[in-house]
């Protein structure tokens, strides 16, 4: 039952609107590399510098992973971080999950830092395959290029646009959208339908459903379809 093909819905509102540039790169990020197991703490600091935000990300790793042996921080968590620690700052921030290439490139040239969570094993320390979350800035269609601040790697790391679907995936294409207050309404006319949590995770099954269809033996698909469904409370299905 749960194979049934259904139609998609888009994440960008059905309106007609004008075409993205061709480029486009957000600045004023200050980047700070990450400290043992803390790509969370260090990629929303990392993301709230485009703000005016100048803490470092043990300000963030107090609140999110006071256990520093703590390795897990969740969506749930940072957007938490945003939303009630920088009170000094009016800025906002929201997840959704179901996301696309040409979501990011539309958030991203409306001036909306992003942050995504992926599956990682990067070059050449190949540590085994392990979750992280990577800041993205700017985007280039002419070579189908994101440009990342990767708070493993480096700053303004270049991914290629099916790089970052095929790890994104991974993680149901989890996506963190930091704005302004005044920014609010404009970020929900962007997202249409997915701006409501349960169109946002009822979308996002269908997405993996439909992957699921054709390759039953993909385990993200299925990963993607349980973790909407919990999000939809269908937890019997």
Wanted: hydrophobic share 40%; aromatic share 14%; with cysteine.
């Amino acid at each position: 039952m749960l194979l049934m093909a259904l139609p998609l819905t888009s994440a960008i509102a059905q309106e007609e609107a004008p075409p993205l540039p061709a480029t486009y790169r957000l600045t004023g990020f200050n980047y700070e590399p990450q400290m043992w197991n803390n790509c969370g703490p260090a990629t929303v600091t990392n993301a709230l510098t485009f703000f005016g935000y100048t803490d470092k990300q043990t300000r963030a790793a107090d609140f999110l992973k006071p256990d520093w042996r703590d390795k897990n921080v969740s969506p749930e968590q940072l957007i938490a971080f945003v939303n009630t620690q920088v009170p000094e700052i009016p800025v906002y921030a929201a997840y959704r999950v179901g996301g696309s290439i040409d979501l990011l490139r539309t958030l991203l040239a409306n001036n909306f830092p992003v942050i995504i969570e992926k599956g990682y094993d990067p070059e050449p320390d190949r540590l085994g395959w392990m979750g992280h979350y990577l800041l993205i800035t700017g985007y280039d269609d002419t070579t189908e290029t994101f440009y990342t601040s990767d708070s493993y790697i480096g700053d303004n790391i270049p991914y290629e646009y099916s790089y970052i679907d095929h790890f994104w995936r991974h993680f149901n294409r989890t996506y963190i959208v930091l704005y302004r207050q005044e920014q609010e309404e404009a970020l929900m006319a962007l997202l249409g339908d997915d701006a409501d949590p349960f169109e946002n995770a009822r979308n996002a099954f269908e997405i993996a459903q439909q992957e699921a269809i054709e390759n039953q033996d993909d385990p993200f698909a299925w990963f993607n379809m349980g973790s909407s469904l919990v999000m939809l409370a269908r937890f019997y299905e």
